[in-house]
């Protein structure tokens, strides 16, 4: 299983992606918490704008953690510079699609 992650614009227009090649994301599902704990490995999940504070604030909690693998780590912070983005720039949505 692989979590590809992008933000998008409001037209669906991919703006940046990362891909999971090495399936951290899939790994961390148990760990997660707050917003994130509701992403579906196996269909679509987004966030919005006004979510998006919830996403940074686990994601920074999670990055650094104790328990997080450097890459892990290297992972969750290439994913937290893309909600930070959709946070700053309006009509912009996380998008995360499972396999």
Known sequence: MSIQVAIEDGRGLRLAQIGDIKNVLGELLGRFSGPLAGIDPYGRSMFNR???????????RLTQSEDATAEQRAFLSSLLTLARRVGDEPHTYLWFYGD
Do not use: K, N
Request: hydrophobic share 55%.
């Open 50 to 60: 006004t979510q998006i504070a919830l996403v940074v604030d686990e994601l920074e």
